[in-house]
């Protein structure tokens, strides 16, 4: 299919009004600030409408375009994305673009209950709906049996589909041909770790194992009689440490939340040092840092003790991911949760592409390095890979 044959047809679907949802994704340009957009119909006054939702690194912006004027508007989405996925109500459609606009166009029909809703404030829909009764949100107090989400734990629901977002963006960087090795390191009571694999396994039919580790030995013993009570064959917990764990060469995905200070560290290091081509952390407290600081042209800042321990966090979370990108991943800093459910809500995501950086980046985090006058335990860790 021509290019241009591609844009008259998708533009022709679009005015049958038979959109249900589509993703725009894979930037052309690294430097792109836009990561991904999504589009869906809404109905403003009457008019048929085209809502665009712009994801930025850390923000959301929208725009409501009205279907006669989508046709320019998708030209300038082309210039800067090179993937499409959308739904309509009778076909799946995926398109992809090659550097010099080949295009691959794949489209299956399907018959999907799903109908076009053009109302502008519309329930938001979770990737776990929460229409739909979870077992393990039942077993875990999530959920009522009667599917209710309890409105006590409604903030911790919303955590749990957000981390299961991440999740699901990361699938593209997982192995087809094998199954899929997972290791969720400090899984604590595990509601995540539940996710994770309910999501993989149950919904997306994944050949996935999945392995907790905790260091509080009462904890693993419930939570593996939760998984056992599940049927979750493929999910297993134990007691131990990151640094001690040896049982697995290879891992495709490491999952690291609220591990204090250097702890994370360690995660992130191992998980590099095994290959995995997914990292999901989510730092806790973070010390090391702050006992370095030197630098007397940030004294005006770290001369008092509340400002000196955020900008201490902020930084040693700047330094991993910029570390990260030295050894093949792209990284980036990601708003896990709001900031009124709780402070720690920063996550670092990885995904290995093997890609070298320039030299200026190397040459960047050296200089911010020297100018904070420190040497941070992951930049030791993986000293002879940088």
């Known amino acids: 299919m021509e290019f241009q044959q591609m844009k008259e047809q998708f533009l022709a679907l679009l005015n049958e009004k038979a959109l249900i949802a589509a993703t725009i994704s894979q930037p052309r340009l690294k430097s792109n600030e836009i990561k991904r957009v999504k589009l869906k119909p809404v109905e403003l006054k009457g008019i048929y409408t085209i809502q665009v939702e712009y994801q930025y690194e850390r923000i959301l912006k929208h725009e409501n375009v009205p279907l006669e004027a989508f046709a320019e508007h998708f030209d300038l989405l082309l210039e800067q994305f090179r993937q499409i996925h959308a739904q309509f109500t009778e076909q799946t459609i995926h398109i992809q673009l090659s550097k010099k606009n080949k295009v691959l166009w794949k489209s299956e029909k399907v018959r999907t209950n799903k109908k076009v809703d053009l109302a502008h404030n519309r329930k938001k829909q979770y990737l776990l709906d929460d229409t739909i009764i979870h077992p393990f949100l039942v077993r875990l107090g999530v959920q009522a049996e009667n599917g209710t989400i309890k409105k006590q ?29 997972i290791l969720d390191f400090g899984s604590g009571k595990s509601y995540l770790t539940f996710a994770l694999y309910h999501y993989l396994k149950i919904i997306k039919k994944l050949d996935i194992h999945v392995t907790g580790l905790d260091l509080k030995k009462e904890v693993i013993e419930e939570c593996n009689e939760i998984a056992q009570d599940l049927g979750y064959e493929d ?126 980046e190397r040459a960047q985090y050296d200089s911010f390095i020297q100018f904070l006058n420190a040497k941070p335990f992951l930049q030791k860790e993986l000293e002879n890979l940088l």
């Open 153 to 181: 734990k409604y903030d911790k629901f919303k955590q749990i589909n957000r981390f299961v977002e991440f999740i699901d963006d990361a699938l593209d960087y997982l192995p087809k041909n094998r199954q899929i090795r």
């Open 235 to 360: 999910l297993q917990f134990l007691v131990g440490d990151i640094q001690d764990f040896n049982d697995e060469t290879t891992v495709d995905m490491v999952v690291t939340l609220h591990a204090c200070d250097v702890a994370t560290d360690m995660a992130l290091a191992r998980a590099v040092k095994w290959g995995a081509s997914v990292i999901l952390s989510v730092p806790c407290c973070q010390h090391e840092l702050n006992r370095q600081l030197q630098s007397p042209a940030l004294e005006i800042m770290t001369q008092h003790g509340l400002i000196r321990e955020r900008f201490a966090a902020l930084a040693t979370d700047s330094i991993r991911a910029q570390l990260l990108s030295l050894v093949g991943y792209e990284a980036q800093l990601l708003e896990f949760i709001d900031m009124e459910n709780t402070p720690k809500n920063i996550l670092i995501r990885a995904y290995y592409t093997g890609k070298k950086p320039a030299a200026e």
